[in-house]
């Protein structure tokens, strides 16, 4: 699948529950996911980080999670 061709999402809510499991299946089937949670780090920062660690760079790997934390604290 090209890169201008792959589907992306965003999930807002992924740190846990359902955001979480829609995240890991849908990167699991190949989508780019975007997804924002309240806080940094746990399972989905985990979960992009090795996914980033089996592929050389992200713009060539098929699959990777981008998170965005909506916590001020850590945007400064």
């Known amino acids: 699948m090209s890169a201008i ?3 992306k999402t965003l999930i807002i809510g992924a740190s846990r529950g359902l955001g ?5 299946e849908l990167v699991r089937r190949g ?3 975007i997804a924002t949670t309240r806080q940094g780090g746990g399972e989905l920062q985990a979960n992009a980080a090795a996914t980033a660690r ?4 992200a713009r060539q790997s098929t699959t990777h999670i981008n998170q ?3 916590d001020p604290k850590e945007t400064a």
């Open 68 to 70: 965005r934390s909506d």
């Open 54 to 57: 089996s592929a050389p760079t």
């Open 20 to 24: 979480l499991v829609l995240a890991n």
């Open 5 to 7: 061709s792959r589907r």
């Open 31 to 33: 989508w780019q996911v």
